[in-house]
């Protein structure tokens, strides 16, 4: 797969991967507030890292990254299918904490109170 391909591929699989999250039945994914982060496709597009962050912490994106591992089989043979590809690349599957990360980074900055004059009060 050309290099320029890649970017294009890797966001198609995140916008798939996100509706097909909402369509899983594993209680281990279903009722969690999931993202896919970021999906880092291989250069010759053989293996996908999908990177996974749940807004209830990085605990319930490790719970939900199990499901998410019985599911492989599903989730390849219908990324190859909706994305119309020769072949699908092996999925691994990564909790990530960034949402986590940047809730707490939006709160301190919701509790910094700053003036009109744009000094802190």
Do not use: C, W
């Not at 590809?85 to 691994?92: H, I, N, W, Y």
């Not at 990530?96 to 003036?115: H, Q, V």
């Amino acid at each position: 797969m050309p290099s320029y391909h890649l970017p294009r591929a890797a966001e198609d699989m995140k916008r798939e991967l996100t509706a097909l999250l909402r369509e899983l039945k594993d209680p281990r994914v279903q009722g969690k507030l999931l993202t896919v982060v970021r999906v880092h496709l291989s250069g010759d597009g053989s293996s996908a890292k999908i990177y996974v962050s749940a807004m209830e912490g990085l605990e319930a994106a490790r719970e939900a990254v199990k499901g998410l591992k019985s599911a492989v089989g599903y989730l390849r043979g219908e990324l190859t299918r909706r994305l119309h590809m020769r072949k699908a690349p092996e999925l691994r599957f990564i909790a990530d904490n960034s949402i986590e990360e940047g809730t707490a980074i939006l709160r301190t900055l919701d509790s910094l109170e700053i003036s009109s004059d744009g000094e802190e009060a």
